[in-house]
Nanobody, 125 residues
Framework: QVQLVESGGGLVQAGGSLRLSCAAS????????MGWFRQAPGKEREFVAG????????YYEDSLKGRFTISRDNAKNTVYLQMNSLKPEDTAVYYC??????????????????WGQGTQVTVSS
């Protein structure tokens, strides 16, 4: 059973940076496509970034390119989200997710099979 645990959220001023981490259980982490999503109050969960199994391929929500960077360390069973130049509109609960079924470059929430509990990111103006 794959379990995901996010960490690294918190309160930051606009223009600041945060690095989120997501630690995964299991021995086959390198076979999972991984993604980050976020959900702000009253809004639907939205795709942020994804990364291929080996880490060579990354893909982003277009509006976040250049500010957010996803990466992974398969030796540590961990995926990261580096967030720079944060804005108040980035305030949300951030979730990592694992895709276990072999899809390529999933960007829709229902294409992912396992989810973490989320970590709150709050950006003050």
């Amino acid at each position: 059973q794959v379990q995901l645990v996010e960490s690294g959220g918190g309160l930051v001023q606009a223009g600041g940076s945060l690095r989120l981490s997501c630690a995964a259980s299991g021995r086959t982490f390198s076979s999972y496509e991984m993604g980050w999503f976020r959900q702000a109050p009253g809004k639907e969960r939205e795709f942020v970034a994804g990364i291929s199994r080996g880490g060579a391929g990354t893909y982003y929500e277009d509006s976040l390119k250049g500010r957010f960077t996803i990466s992974r360390d398969n030796a540590k069973n961990t995926v990261y989200l580096q967030m720079n130049s944060l804005k108040p509109e980035d305030t949300a609960v951030y979730y990592c997710a694992a895709e276990l079924s072999g899809r390529w470059y999933p960007k829709v929430a229902n294409e992912y099979d396992r989810w973490g509990q989320g970590t709150q990111v709050t950006v003050s103006s």
